[in-house]
């Protein structure tokens, strides 16, 4: 993977500076505006990311949301981002890389998944809801 560009909140730094090295590893899950997939990082004690990745062409939407979560960044409360990159695999196209938190426990919308399989209803209790809000 060739590292094109590097985005942390402050001005971008020119592509040859110190870009965050990883590889994609397993998908996450996917949804309208991209691919989630856990970071391998390839530098020694990196923490654990997740990449939500789409063609640049099509990335409107992911770079909205770097701009959003850029405001919410000192909340504990919202899955961080730490940057975008922009990258190209073997000639291919020009990929857009939001490098967020990683959920290990996966999203809300599994909670409920989860939390309906095992109960036989839907939806979660608004007792369980207050532990993460």
């Known amino acids: 993977m060739c590292v094109i560009a590097n985005h942390p909140f402050q001005d971008p730094p020119?592509?040859?500076?110190?870009?965050?090295r990883w590889s994609r590893g397993k998908l996450l899950g996917q949804g309208t505006y991209g691919k989630v997939y856990i970071r391998i990082p390839k530098t020694p004690n990196s923490p654990l990311m997740a990449v939500k990745s789409a063609p640049e062409y099509?990335?409107?939407f992911l770079k909205l949301?770097?701009?959003?979560?850029?405001?919410?960044?000192?909340?504990?409360?919202i899955?961080?981002?730490?940057?975008?990159?922009i990258t190209q695999e073997d000639g291919g196209p020009r990929i857009y890389n939001l490098l967020l938190e990683y959920a290990?426990?996966?999203?809300?919308s599994d909670l409920i998944a989860r939390y309906g399989r095992l109960r036989g209803r839907r939806g979660i209790p608004e007792s369980e809801i207050r532990v993460y809000t």
């Open 79 to 85: 899955i961080q981002c730490f940057g975008a990159q």
């Open 14 to 20: 020119s592509p040859s500076s110190s870009a965050i």
């Open 58 to 60: 099509n990335a409107k």
């Open 104 to 108: 290990p426990c996966g999203s809300l």
């Open 65 to 77: 949301e770097y701009w959003i979560l850029a405001e919410f960044r000192l909340n504990p409360a």
